[in-house]
């Protein structure tokens, strides 16, 4: 393994300065990995952990081959990159994970339902179109009525670009633009699982994770672990996501989406070439977080233990309805008091209704005390504008 702790000649680049870009510098702190990190916006809250900072596009091509140009490794905290770039940047020696081939296929929402189709792993009945009038004309079919999923096939994130569509009248107000519609799957669960793979072909999974989302937003609210499914489940979930990351043959971690039918099937629904939302609780209920994993897989170090430390809720703290503007946080004296509450806030400057500004993780030997916890921690801290 290449020197990399307190080697300044070593340079690990990120593309993304968000909040999983901060978390996971947390860790590249601790091992003392010098960082350069790239990211549009001059307050992004990577920008003060980072031993280099710079402001720029991830889309533009120019902007991430200057930016790659010199570094060991490249990574991402963000899919909506240009990948373009990536290809090249790897052609001149640069190491980037995850792979630009994997991320390409990723990036699109219906390249990657093809794609699992192609290598035969388990996902929900679907077709895909270029547009509003070839997905009308797919539904005519008549095994293709509501309630069904829609999906753009690009650009969408924490439950943007999702529609799950109800009843007929609700096909004419979806854009006319490329993307998927999934048959409705009736699940029990909706599950993730983080697993990690280096360049030498380790892999480990997490335990499996539940997901409980807001009821109009689409957002994932509550991520609950361990998940209270069967053991048989858990494998079928563990086995399914490393299938899907050497499928990809992807280096870093895959965040595996996934249903739980009522029969006790598990399905592909997406997956995010990175660290992720589902995984935020491992930081406390984990021996190796997520974040500390990544860098590990990318670097090329041995990989860290998944074990459960302790059951664990992590529950996101959005912007409230009706607040946009300069963030203030209400409420948060009280859980400052409750044991085994942990605060995670994201240094965003600015609110606006759901955006994810924070999380909060709920340790507890009972789970279901733990849910509890959470729950009373979101509702007592409340994230607001200033004016």
Same mark, same amino acid.
């Not at 889309?59 to 570094?71: A, H, K, P, S």
């Not at 290809?87 to 390249?111: C, H, T």
């Not at 409705?184 to 539940?210: C, D, M, S, W």
């Not at 994201?346 to 759901?354: A, D, H, Q, V, W």
């Given at each position: 393994?290449?020197?990399?702790?307190?080697?300044?000649?070593?340079?690990? =680049?990120?593309?993304?300065? =968000?909040?999983?870009?901060?978390?996971?510098?947390?860790?590249?702190?601790?091992?003392?990995?010098?960082?350069?990190?790239?990211?549009?916006?001059?307050?992004?809250?990577?920008?003060?952990?980072?031993?280099?900072?710079?402001?720029?596009?991830?889309?533009?091509?120019?902007?991430?081959?200057?930016?790659?140009?010199?570094?060991?490794?490249?990574?991402?905290?963000?899919?909506?990159?240009?990948?373009?770039?990536?290809?090249?940047?790897?052609?001149?020696?640069?190491?980037?994970?995850?792979?630009?081939?994997?991320?390409?296929?990723?990036?699109?929402?219906?390249?990657?339902?093809?794609?699992?189709?192609?290598? =035969?792993?388990?996902?929900?009945?679907?077709?895909?179109?270029?547009?509003?009038?070839?997905?009308?004309?797919?539904?005519?079919?008549?095994?293709?009525?509501?309630?069904?999923?829609?999906?753009?096939?690009?650009?969408?994130?924490?439950?943007?670009?999702?529609?799950?569509?109800?009843?007929?009248?609700?096909?004419?107000?979806?854009?006319?633009?490329?993307?998927?519609?999934?048959?409705?799957?009736?699940?029990?669960?909706?599950?993730?699982?983080?697993?990690?793979?280096?360049?030498?072909?380790?892999?480990?999974?997490?335990?499996?994770?539940?997901?409980?989302?807001?009821?109009?937003?689409?957002?994932?609210?509550?991520?609950?672990?361990?998940?209270?499914?069967?053991?048989?489940?858990?494998?079928?979930?563990?086995?399914?996501?490393?299938?899907?990351?050497?499928?990809?043959?992807?280096?870093?971690?895959?965040?595996?989406?996934?249903?739980?039918?009522?029969?006790?099937?598990?399905?592909?629904?997406?997956?995010?070439?990175?660290?992720?939302?589902?995984?935020?609780?491992?930081?406390?209920?984990?021996?190796?977080?997520?974040?500390?994993?990544?860098?590990?897989?990318?670097?090329?170090?041995?990989?860290?233990?998944?074990?459960?430390?302790?059951?664990?809720?992590?529950?996101?703290?959005?912007?409230?309805?009706?607040?946009?503007?300069?963030?203030?946080?209400?409420?948060?004296?009280?859980?400052?008091?409750?044991?085994?509450?942990?605060?995670?806030?994201?240094?965003?400057?600015?609110?606006?209704?759901?955006?994810?500004?924070?999380?909060?993780?709920?340790?507890?030997?009972?789970?279901?005390?733990?849910?509890?916890?959470?729950?009373?921690?979101?509702?007592?801290?409340?994230?607001?504008?200033?004016?």
């Amino acid at each position: 393994m290449k020197e990399i702790f307190s080697n300044p000649n070593f340079k690990l =680049g990120v593309l993304g300065g =968000g909040q999983l870009g901060k978390m996971m510098l947390q860790e590249t702190r601790r091992y003392d990995i010098y960082t350069k990190v790239i990211d549009p916006a001059a307050d992004a809250p990577s920008r003060l952990a980072s031993n280099e900072f710079v402001q720029g596009s991830l889309t533009d091509y120019n902007t991430v081959m200057e930016f790659g140009r010199g570094l060991d490794v490249l990574t991402i905290e963000i899919e909506h990159v240009n990948v373009d770039a990536l290809e090249d940047l790897q052609k001149q020696g640069v190491k980037v994970f995850p792979q630009p081939s994997a991320l390409r296929i990723i990036q699109n929402k219906a390249d990657q339902k093809e794609f699992y189709q192609t290598k =035969g792993l388990p996902t929900s009945k679907f077709f895909t179109f270029k547009n509003k009038a070839e997905m009308l004309e797919g539904l005519k079919d008549g095994n293709w009525k509501p309630p069904f999923v829609w999906k753009a096939a690009t650009g969408g994130y924490d439950g943007f670009g999702v529609n799950i569509v109800k009843d007929a009248a609700q096909i004419e107000s979806l854009p006319d633009q490329a993307g998927l519609v999934e048959a409705f799957v009736p699940f029990e669960k909706e599950l993730a699982v983080i697993v990690a793979r280096n360049e030498h072909g380790q892999t480990v999974t997490y335990p499996v994770v539940e997901m409980e989302f807001h009821p109009t937003a689409n957002q994932v609210e509550y991520v609950l672990c361990p998940a209270t499914v069967s053991p048989e489940a858990e494998e079928k979930a563990r086995k399914l996501a490393v299938d899907a990351i050497e499928a990809f043959d992807l280096v870093g971690l895959l965040a595996v989406e996934m249903f739980l039918s009522k029969d006790g099937e598990v399905y592909i629904n997406e997956v995010a070439p990175r660290t992720h939302n589902s995984g935020h609780l491992t930081i406390e209920s984990n021996f190796t977080s997520q974040f500390e994993q990544h860098v590990r897989a990318v670097t090329g170090m041995p990989l860290g233990s998944t074990e459960l430390r302790l059951p664990a809720v992590m529950a996101n703290l959005v912007g409230e309805t009706g607040y946009s503007g300069p963030v203030r946080y209400d409420g948060y004296e009280n859980l400052l008091s409750m044991p085994g509450v942990y605060i995670h806030l994201y240094g965003k400057s600015s609110t606006r209704p759901f955006r994810k500004m924070g999380h909060v993780t709920v340790t507890n030997a009972d789970r279901s005390e733990a849910r509890k916890a959470a729950e009373q921690a979101k509702s007592a801290i409340k994230v607001i504008s200033r004016s």
